[in-house]
């Protein structure tokens, strides 16, 4: 008969302060300077649209518009003064929109970093106080 022999099986030591330490030390960021970040690029293109619809308006009159008539496509009427003058009126209004959504897109994405820099430096800081406290127990321990 032959033997077999039992390969020896290796222990594993599982460490599971650590890993609670590790999970409770792992640095998580708030969702607010994310938010605040993504409505800062809604406003930024709330500001190229503001530009885009400003020349939209502006022009709406002076582009010739094309009605259909027994089948041939002829030129309506041109536009009076007085929505000439509106139009541009209409234009410069909404055309004015641009820097103040751009600004604003500005102010949310420059506090959206403040927010994230302290939020990390205040997670930071309270690492090192646990660390310090550890140490200090530790060493009046013995």
Do not use: C, H
Not at 18 to 28: G, I, L, M
């Amino acid at each position: 008969m032959q033997q077999t022999q039992e390969k020896p099986q290796q222990k594993t030591l599982a460490n599971t302060t650590s890993s609670k330490f590790e999970q409770t030390t792992a640095y998580r960021p708030s969702a607010l300077p994310t938010v605040l970040a993504t409505t800062a690029k809604v406003f930024y293109g709330l500001s190229v649209a503001s530009v885009i619809l400003s020349v939209g308006i502006w022009n709406r009159v002076s582009t010739p518009k094309l009605g259909k008539k027994q089948g041939k496509r002829v030129a309506k009427v041109q536009a009076t003064e007085r929505q000439y003058r509106e139009a541009q009126q209409l234009g410069a209004f909404v055309g004015l929109w641009a820097p103040t959504f751009a600004v604003l897109g500005k102010v949310l994405d420059d506090v959206s970093e403040r927010a994230a820099i302290s939020e990390f430096a205040r997670w930071e800081k309270q690492q090192g106080d646990k660390a310090r406290s550890l140490n200090f127990s530790r060493f009046f321990a013995r």
